[in-house]
């Protein structure tokens, strides 16, 4: 890490930056913690963003991330004050700990706040010993008592909870069934059981409970598949669906019981490979699973070669013939849909509505997904192509065509296809893409060039700015020439936009906001602090990202550009207002004491109805 770098990552983890991200109480608190013991096992990450991570101890040990990306620090905790967006008093010590490892000003040692930290880790920790003590003793207690003791008091239990005598139940039909005494129906009823969510829709915070529950259905298909692999290809596709259908009664957004269906399908081809080649009536019934599979529950790859060739050959000439019925339907329906628009123009009536977006159904999308890769797998390409080709001109069609291609390395066909398509829908964003993606492959430069400023005009960005400047130095244009063409286009849309603007709301000044982003970008603060003056308006992201990088040479500039940004925040600020604080406490850091009483007076002042706001104001 160079000098420059170090220097401004602690400028990020001075006091300053650390109190404008947090506040100066929860300051405070992190540097009591940080004076203590409390940051432990720091690991430090170098790279474009440098992090540390550790373990605060505070009333238990929480592990904290801080890192700091563009100038700002930032991180995060499992405390439950981080949870709710705060810059936390473990960040705040893991950050002045960090500052100290890079050769910064260290935390002084407090021997009053270690003692405290200490003991508060000792508690947590004799807690934690305690709760796993009585575990211990209470199962040497159960391994010592008789087995018909113990069973006594299980049924004692199983009679006052339901749930008890469920578990007792599968647990005594999962035995039988390891010993083999079950067939493959009382398999499938025990795997029901076991994989049945109950009658109430599971929320997602009980999904996991409930996948870790159904797991036991896992050793039962492994059992089964060593002794009967056929028993055991029926018991997993049976399973395979009862997950599917406890999908459909929960909220699985943290995966959970898709996870439990993968590890099924995993068992599924286990059992398929185990059980060898299959008839071709499997083609037709593997054909079906993956129509009704929801979610990629197993690797198809992996199926289709365990199979053997007959059934292959099956699945491959249903896919083929479901495929073009699907298909056939769709182009029924779009002839179908043509002839009555073209009788609705005849008699001049409006003409009948056609949602294109529900013509495809969701079991034509799965036919020609697999029918796709089905063909990719045995080498027909042109036959691929031709599927896909189905469906041209449509722009997404198109796209899809030219990827293809080009995966395939027929590049030449790959860039005539992008020009039929940018020739046919000429205001495509993902077309003008593909088109790009190919002319800078072959060495188009000027062509890349001339697109490439095409779509600044119509969408401007810094993003497009930059991709600009690199397309012109690929064609050999002057550098300076060609952003002086660029500030130009955008001084005119800034007019443009004002002159509506102002018509419609009598509002004066010019938004540069894309302007001053384009200078920051270029790291030009200077004519991006003159452009930003008013009556010039400004987003006040763009302006912070200004004041934050202008030099102490512009240190009066700097905070008049932070208080533009807090005014435009008040506008609209309310109750806790912990970001328009922190700019606050950001403001404060760059004044003089006298200058910052008399700026907090002035504060608490116009800003009296904002109890909390005015409360929350440092005390000078």
């Known amino acids: ?100 490892l890079l050769g910064g000003d260290a935390p002084a040692p407090d021997e009053a706040v270690r003692a405290k930290v200490s003991a508060a880790a000792a508690t947590a920790a004799k807690r934690s010993r305690t709760i796993e003590d009585r575990r211990e003793a209470l199962a040497d207690f159960l391994r010592g008592q008789d087995a018909l003791v113990m069973a006594q008091r299980l049924l004692e239990l199983a009679d006052r909870d339901p749930a008890v005598e469920r578990e007792l139940q599968q647990w005594r039909k999962l035995s039988e069934a390891q010993r083999g005494a079950a067939g493959l129906t009382e398999l499938k009823a025990l795997a029901t059981q076991i994989l049945a969510p109950g009658r109430d829709f599971l929320d997602w915070r009980q999904t996991f409970g409930y996948a870790q529950r159904a797991a036991d259905v896992l050793p039962l298909l492994a059992q089964t598949r060593a002794r009967h692999p056929e028993d055991a290809l029926a018991l997993g596709l049976h399973a395979l669906r009862r997950a599917w259908a406890a999908m459909e009664q929960a909220d699985d957004s943290g995966g959970d019981i898709g996870g439990l269906a993968r590890a099924i399908g995993d068992e599924w081809v286990e059992a398929l490979r185990a059980a060898g080649p299959r008839p071709a009536a499997f083609g037709d019934s593997y054909l079906q699973v993956l129509l009704d599979d929801p979610m990629m529950s197993f690797d198809t790859a992996a199926v289709e070669e365990a199979m053997g060739d007959t059934a292959r050959e099956r ?105 039929a398509a940018l020739k046919a829908h000429t205001e495509d964003d993902h077309l003008q893409q593909d088109m790009l993606r190919c002319y800078e492959r072959d060495g188009w430069a000027d062509e890349a060039l001339a697109l490439r400023r095409k779509r600044f005009e119509r969408w401007p960005s810094v993003e497009a700015y930059r991709e600009l400047l690199r ?66 308006r400004c987003q006040p992201n763009t ?41 606050v406490e950001e403001i404060c850091g760059l004044l003089d004491a006298a200058r910052r009483l008399a700026w907090l007076a002035s504060l608490r002042a116009e800003f009296k109805a904002k109890r909390n706001f005015v409360g929350g104001l440092p005390a000078g």
Not at 564 to 579: D, E, I, K, N
């Open 1 to 100: 890490m160079s000098l420059q770098a170090d220097q401004a990552l602690l400028q990020a983890l001075s006091d300053g930056a650390l109190k404008g991200a947090s506040n100066a109480t929860i300051f405070k608190r992190g540097q009591a913690y940080a004076q203590s013991d409390a940051v432990q096992a720091i690991q430090q990450e170098d790279g474009p963003v440098p992090a540390a991570r550790a373990t605060v101890v505070g009333t238990q040990p929480y592990e904290v991330e801080v890192w700091v990306d563009e100038g700002a620090v930032g991180g995060q905790c499992d405390c439950p004050n981080a949870e709710d967006g705060w810059f936390c008093k473990h960040q705040v010590a893991l950050a002045m700990v960090w500052r100290g």
């Open 315 to 419: 699945f491959t000439g249903s896919l083929a013939a479901r495929w073009r019925a699907a298909k056939d339907a769709v182009l029924a329906a779009r002839a179908a849909h043509a002839a009555k628009v073209a009788e609705a123009r005849r008699l001049k009536r409006r003409e009948p509505y056609y949602d294109r977006h529900n013509e495809r159904p969701a079991g034509l999308l799965t036919l020609e997904h697999q029918y796709l890769r089905r063909l990719e797998a045995n080498g027909d390409i042109d036959g691929a192509l031709a599927v896909l080709r189905e469906d041209l001109p449509a722009a997404g069609t198109y796209g899809a065509v030219t990827a293809f291609l080009e995966r395939h390395g027929r590049l030449r066909e790959a860039f005539a296809n992008a020009e």
């Open 471 to 536: 397309a012109g130095a690929a064609a050999g244009r002057d550098a300076d020439a060609l952003r002086a063409e660029l500030q130009a286009v955008l001084v005119v849309r800034e007019q443009q936009a004002t002159s509506h603007i102002r018509a419609r709301t009598g509002e004066a000044g010019t938004d540069v906001t894309l302007r001053v982003d384009v200078l920051c970008m270029e790291q030009r603060w200077g004519e991006a602090l003159a452009l930003v003056q008013p009556p010039a």
């Open 543 to 583: 302006l912070r990202t200004l004041a934050r990088n202008l030099g102490t040479e512009h240190q009066a500039q700097r905070i008049e550009l932070l208080r533009r940004v807090l005014a435009q925040a008040m506008q609209t600020a309310t109750s806790p207002y912990g970001a328009e604080l922190k700019l």
